[in-house]
């Protein structure tokens, strides 16, 4: 039968019905061949790959063609194991990717990869083990270079005889062109608050983000140093790790995430609507 609506409407409604509900998406798959092929895309372009669920995106992945990849997958969480497993390999056939999560201190073989995409949005862990020329030097590789929004955390604490040092370290942060974003754990944020925001004038937005419920009181204390009250690009945030897919799941689809939490909050201490030494966001 003959489609009613001009095809540019009709492919606009099922891709809506598509995104408001993934649910929806198998229903959708079997109405037509057209729509399947606008629609079959929608399904892969969240993947979270993590270390017990992967199979089957990836076999399925497998199966279809470069450039359908190419424009399919757009936002990935990558689990430690999954790495470790050889899953990441995938990665090379989807250079659409625009924000990837890594669990774990990426292999050079993943880096290399990465180097290869042009991500918006990362999430990527340093080892404290790594050394400082490590650091340094992978800050400086080509996949830093269209990166907007980047959060780093570490592993564990230094020992406090080997401080974290911005020179020798970190300096690299102030030489991505696209950063405007930048989430720390509060470990090294309180090491490189201070060179980071005076180097880094094109940030927006700066988080030491705190992840656990006991550390609430060490937040509030971090919230009323001199240097986070005096600059509004400061939020200091504190949120359940168990929240953490959840909340990356909303962003991905364009929702209130706390990335966008946190530019209101800063907005709304321009304003003056937020009392210049309350810099702390629960949620």
């Known amino acids: 039968m003959e489609p009613f609506l001009p095809p540019e409407l009709e492919r606009e409604i099922f891709e809506t019905a598509a995104v408001r509900d993934r649910r929806n998406i198998p229903t959708l798959l079997r109405v037509s061949h057209r ?122 604490l230094r020992a406090s005889s080997d401080p974290v040092s911005w020179d020798e370290e970190w300096c690299s942060l102030a030489a991505l062109p696209e950063l405007t974003h930048l989430c720390l754990a509060y470990q090294l944020a309180m090491n490189i608050l201070r060179p980071t925001l005076q180097n880094c004038s094109q940030l927006q937005i700066l988080i030491p983000m705190f992840w656990h419920a006991y550390s609430a009181r060490q937040a509030a204390k971090f919230a009323e140093l001199e240097l986070v009250t005096s600059d509004f690009r400061v939020v200091v945030m504190m949120m359940g790790i168990e929240q953490f897919n959840e909340d990356w799941e909303i962003g991905v689809r364009g929702g209130d995430d706390f990335w966008h939490r946190a530019e209101l909050f800063v907005a709304r201490k321009r304003r003056g609507e937020i009392e210049g030494a309350s810099s702390i966001l629960v949620f």
Not at 88 to 111: A, Y
Not at 119 to 130: A, G, M, Q, T
């Open 35 to 156: 729509v399947l092929g606008w629609v079959e895309p929608l399904l892969y372009r969240t993947l979270i790959l993590d270390d017990y669920h992967h199979d089957h995106a990836l076999v399925a992945l497998r199966s279809k063609t470069v450039e359908f990849r190419k424009q399919a997958v757009r936002h990935v969480i990558l689990g430690y194991y999954t790495e470790q497993m050889g899953a990441h390999n995938f990665l090379f056939g989807c250079p659409g990717i625009e924000t990837l999560v890594v669990d774990g201190c990426p292999s050079e073989e993943l880096l290399c990869i990465m180097d290869t995409l042009r991500i918006k949005k990362l999430n990527i862990r340093f080892s404290s083990r790594s050394t400082p020329e490590w650091t340094r030097s992978t800050l400086s590789r080509p996949l830093f270079l269209s990166i907007t929004h980047l959060e780093i955390y570490r592993d564990y």
